[in-house]
């Protein structure tokens, strides 16, 4: 069975500077998907960005890019020039083709220190 | 573009009755939606695959008489808490997926219900 762990309940990063949240992953499937989404105090769950395991480059959205390690099962956000507004709940997901579910880390809490 | 709506966004009902959350997409069809229930501070559980026009396929564990789910068209999903309890209460979140770019699913703001 896929799984998704997030091994840092909370990080906390200073503003304006860079912070890395870490995701790894199982799976036996070849063809799959990666998420992060956020969750502001709103609960309102955010896309912020997606990667297909077929390509090998990094997805980057803006101040957010991916480090993808697919031998090695990794996924982490990479958040630069961090943001007060970056505070919020992160989830990492995966999900394959076929049905399209997806499976849900833990997630991790970030803080942003003024 | 890419909107997701949920109604209403909070409710509070007496133990016992029914209650019906909707889930609308916008700004496009969704075929698959999908229900999930989070508890305060933990992940969000799957509760249920919704597909327009067919029945809904409902995880491990959760019951298929208590929440009931009808994907009537490509656009709206309603989920109905028959008979709701206080156990019942928690955060409801909808998500749909467009006919392309089917591994994306965008989310609906949620839906806070207590059971009093």
């Known amino acids: 069975a896929q799984t998704v762990t997030q091994s840092q309940p909370e990080m906390s990063v200073q503003e304006a500077e860079t912070v890395t949240l870490s995701c790894t992953y199982d799976?036996?499937?070849?063809?799959?998907?990666l998420f992060w989404y956020k969750q502001p105090p709103s609960r309102q769950m955010i896309l912020v960005i997606r990667?297909?395991?077929?390509?090998?480059q990094n997805a980057t959205e803006n101040r957010f890019s991916v480090n993808f390690q697919k031998a090695a099962k990794s996924f982490s956000l990479k958040i630069s020039d961090s943001q007060l507004g970056d505070a919020a709940m992160y989830f990492c997901?995966?999900?394959?083709?076929?049905?399209?579910?997806?499976?849900f880390g833990t997630g991790t809490r970030l803080k942003v220190l003024a | 573009g890419a909107v997701v709506s949920q109604h209403p966004s909070r409710v509070i009902c007496k133990s016992g009755t029914s209650v019906k959350i909707e889930c609308r997409s916008l700004?496009?069809?969704?075929?698959?939606m999908f229900w999930y229930r989070q508890f305060p501070k933990q992940s969000l559980m799957l509760m249920a695959t919704?597909?327009?026009?067919?029945?809904?396929?409902?995880e491990q564990g959760v019951e298929k008489d208590k929440f009931l789910i009808n994907h009537a068209s490509l656009t709206l999903s309603t989920l109905t808490v028959t008979s709701a309890h206080p156990e019942d209460s928690s955060f409801y979140i909808c998500?749909?997926?467009?006919?392309?770019?089917?591994?994306?699913?965008?989310f609906g703001p949620g839906t806070r219900l207590l059971v009093l």
């Open positions: 919704s597909n327009e026009g067919s029945k809904a396929t409902y």
């Open positions: 998500s749909a997926k467009r006919l392309m770019y089917q591994e994306t699913q965008y």
């Open positions: 990667q297909e395991a077929y390509k090998q």
């Open positions: 997901a995966y999900t394959s083709s076929g049905t399209y579910k997806y499976i």
């Open positions: 799976t036996s499937e070849s063809d799959y998907y």
């Open positions: 700004d496009f069809q969704a075929t698959t």
